[in-house]
C-alpha cells in the first residue's frame, strides 16, 4: 500500500529544476540530470534561476557544438567544498554542478530529465574559478553502458569535450580565461559531487525544506477540503 500511496504522490506545480527536483536515486554514482542544451544547439540555453525556465544566454560564437546533453545535477551548488577539490581556484562559480550525459542515441530535445551513471569528470577554471563539468552515460544505454571510467571512452570524445569547453565562452577578441586542468575518474566525481550536493544544503536546505513543509500543508487541505 505504501508503494502504491509514493507512485501516486505528485507536486501540486511544476517543481523548479534546480531546487525541486531530485538529484537522483543513488547520488554520487547514479544521478538524475537537468538538460538545457542538446548536442544539435547552436544557442546557449540555461535555466533562469529565478523562474526555473529555460532562457537563451548567448547565440555559440564559434562553430563548436556540445558533444554531449549539458545540464546540471538538482540540488547541487558549486561554492567552498568544490573549490577545496579544485587545486589553485580563487573560488567556486557559485551555480548547480554542471554534467555531461553521453547518449548513443540521438536526443535533440532540452529541458527534460535523465537518469545517469557518473563515470568521471573535466576540471576546469573559469577565471579562477573553480567550474567541473561531471562526465556520465545514460544509465540504461545499449552502447554506453559498460563504460565505468572516463579513461574507457573514445579520446576523440574526450578531446571534444575538452574543446568545447575550452571554447564556448571565446570573448570578441577570440580570446578565452578558461584553464582545463585535467579529467578525472568516478571516484573524484563522486566527491565533487557530494561536496556539491553538501554546499547546496548549507545555502539551501532550509529554504528547501521550508518549500517541501508548505507543499505538504496545501496537499493536505486539498485531500481534507479545508
Not at 554531449?68 to 547541487?76: N, S
Not at 532540452?110 to 557518473?118: C, K, M, P
Request: with cysteine; glycine share 8%; net charge negative.
Amino acid at each position: 500500500m505504501s508503494d502504491r500511496k509514493e507512485e501516486l504522490e505528485y507536486h501540486g506545480w511544476r517543481p523548479h529544476p534546480w531546487h525541486g527536483l531530485s538529484p537522483g536515486k543513488n547520488p554520487p554514482t547514479h544521478v538524475r540530470a537537468f538538460i538545457e542544451i542538446t548536442p544539435f544547439d547552436l544557442v546557449k540555453y540555461e535555466v533562469d534561476k529565478e523562474t526555473g525556465y529555460i532562457v537563451v544566454d548567448r547565440p555559440q560564437r564559434t562553430s563548436a557544438q556540445p558533444p554531449a546533453l549539458y545540464g546540471f545535477i538538482p540540488r547541487t551548488y558549486c561554492a567552498e567544498g568544490v573549490q577545496g577539490l579544485t587545486p589553485e581556484a580563487d573560488k567556486a562559480d557559485g551555480d548547480p554542478l554542471d554534467i555531461c550525459v553521453i547518449s548513443e542515441r540521438r536526443i535533440d530535445r532540452g529541458a527534460i530529465l535523465i537518469d545517469a551513471r557518473v563515470i568521471g569528470g573535466i576540471q576546469m577554471l573559469d577565471g579562477g574559478e573553480a567550474d567541473d563539468k561531471i562526465i556520465a552515460v545514460l544509465s540504461n544505454d545499449y552502447i554506453w553502458s559498460d563504460v565505468e571510467d572516463i579513461r574507457d571512452l573514445p579520446d576523440v570524445l574526450v578531446q571534444r569535450l575538452k574543446h568545447y569547453f575550452g571554447t564556448y565562452k571565446m570573448s570578441d577578441d577570440m580570446d578565452s580565461e578558461i584553464r582545463i586542468t585535467g579529467t578525472y575518474g568516478p571516484e573524484h566525481a563522486g566527491k565533487v559531487i557530494t561536496a556539491a550536493m553538501n554546499d547546496y544544503e548549507r545555502y539551501f536546505g532550509a529554504q528547501r525544506a521550508a518549500w517541501e513543509r508548505a507543499e505538504k500543508r496545501v496537499a493536505a487541505d486539498v485531500v481534507s477540503g479545508d
